[in-house]
């Protein structure tokens, strides 16, 4: 059974830092992992995304050069280090993954429904 598992989230103040974690179990293969989030009153977004065959790395304007996406294939892992957090950050973030390829220009579009699994996602507040 295919298990996304989210951890490494809470509350930061501004300009600080989380590791998020997602943990990938059960026998897929993927193809890609990524991270989508929702803040409240705010539609839900896209913002990092791994392929993980080749290690093409995708982010949203919003997050790039302050969010860095990672794998450790070994351990099954995918981890999103965040830095320079913002209120604006704010939300639940969700892990999603596929085994399918997934186009370059739809790993983080829309709501996410490109992706066949996700976990139940990890809350980050950023304080002001």
């Known amino acids: 059974q295919v298990q996304l598992v989210e951890s490494g989230g809470g509350l930061v103040q501004a300009g600080g830092s989380l590791r998020l974690s997602c943990a990938a179990s059960?026998?897929?293969?993927?193809?890609?992992i990524g991270w989508f989030r929702q803040g409240p009153g705010k539609e839900r977004e896209g913002i990092s995304c791994?392929?993980?065959?080749?290690?093409?790395?995708y982010y949203a304007d919003s997050v790039k050069g302050r969010f860095t996406i990672s794998q450790d294939t070994a351990k099954n892992m995918v981890y999103l280090q965040m830095n320079n957090l913002t209120p604006e950050d704010t939300a639940v973030y969700y892990c999603?993954?596929?085994?399918?390829?997934?186009?370059?220009?739809?790993?983080?579009?829309?709501?996410?429904?490109?992706?066949?699994?996700w976990g139940r996602g990890t809350q980050v507040t950023v304080s002001s």
């Open positions: 999603v993954a596929d085994q399918s390829p997934i186009p370059p220009q739809y790993t983080l579009s829309g709501n996410g429904l490109q992706y066949n699994y």
């Open positions: 059960g026998s897929a293969d993927y193809f890609a």
């Open positions: 791994i392929f993980l065959r080749d290690g093409r790395t």
